[in-house]
T-cell receptor
Framework: GQSLEQPSEVTAVEGAIVQINCTYQTSGFYGLSWYQQHDGGAPTFLSY????GLEETGRFSSFLSRSDSYGYLLLQELQMKDSASYFC?????????????FGAGTRLFVKA | NAGVTQTPKFRVLKTGQSMTLLCAQDMNHEYMYWYRQDPGMGLRLIHY???????AKGEVPDGYNVSRLKKQNFLLGLESAAPSQTSVYFCATTHWEVEQGNEQFFGPGTRLTVL
């Protein structure tokens, strides 16, 4: 089966940098995605890593190490609006077509 | 373009009642998914479809059925609702491109309460 582990909560100060880690276990791994979800809203796609290394998109960066089954999302210059839940998700292509399996999410609280 | 829409937005059912949730997309995507999200938990895949006329089971398919008769619509049915099915249901679609990470586009969700 598949499993993903990420911290349940992280708190950081406005303007700071925060890293949200994700470890995964899956047999048909293709890549790791990150999604953001504000309270009451729908998840929105942030980034995707298929290869090892760092991908940067503005204030957000995502990293993947396939050999360690590990990735992280890095948020820089934190703003109050970044307070949300962040989900890592693996793209799994083992059987029956490709599907995305989500972690339980990390709730990020940004304090002034 | 509306993107991904879901109807209804809210619903309250009594135990044993049935209902159908509708997901519609105008993005011409092949893949469609139904997830449920419970408080403090991530999204759990119920069923999905890789194209018109196809469906497959996800992580938590019991108690649900789906149909994909048209490419743009994906229906989720509850034949006999139970309180354990109280949840927020999200539909998502994607164009099959593994290089793009299978980016999923989500509908606004349906909040279902089963009494």
């Amino acid at each position: 089966g598949q499993s993903l582990e990420q911290p349940s909560e992280v708190t950081a100060v406005e303007g700071a940098i925060v890293q949200i880690n994700c470890t995964y276990q899956t047999s048909g791994f293709y890549g790791l995605s990150w999604y953001q979800q504000h309270d009451g809203g729908a998840p929105t796609f942030l980034s995707y890593n298929a290869l090892d290394g760092l991908e940067e998109t503005g204030r957000f960066s995502s990293f993947l190490s396939r050999s360690d089954s590990y990735g992280y999302l890095l948020l820089q210059e934190l703003q109050m609006k970044d307070s949300a839940s962040y989900f890592c998700a693996v793209l799994d292509g083992n059987t029956g077509g490709f599907k995305t399996i989500f972690g339980a999410g990390t709730r990020l609280f940004v304090k002034a | 373009n509306a993107g991904v829409t879901q109807t209804p937005k809210f619903r309250v059912l009594k135990t044993g009642q049935s209902m159908t949730l509708l997901c519609a997309q105008d993005m011409n995507h092949e893949y469609m998914y139904w997830y449920r999200q419970d408080p403090g938990m991530g999204l759990r895949l119920i069923h999905y479809s890789v194209g018109e006329g196809t469906t497959a089971k996800g992580e938590v398919p019991d108690g649900y059925n789906v149909s994909r008769l048209k490419k743009q619509n994906f229906l989720l049915g509850l034949e006999s609702a139970a309180p354990s099915q109280t949840s927020v249901y999200f539909c998502a679609t994607t164009h099959w491109e593994v290089e793009q990470g299978n980016e999923q586009f989500f509908g606004p969700g349906t909040r279902l309460t089963v009494l």
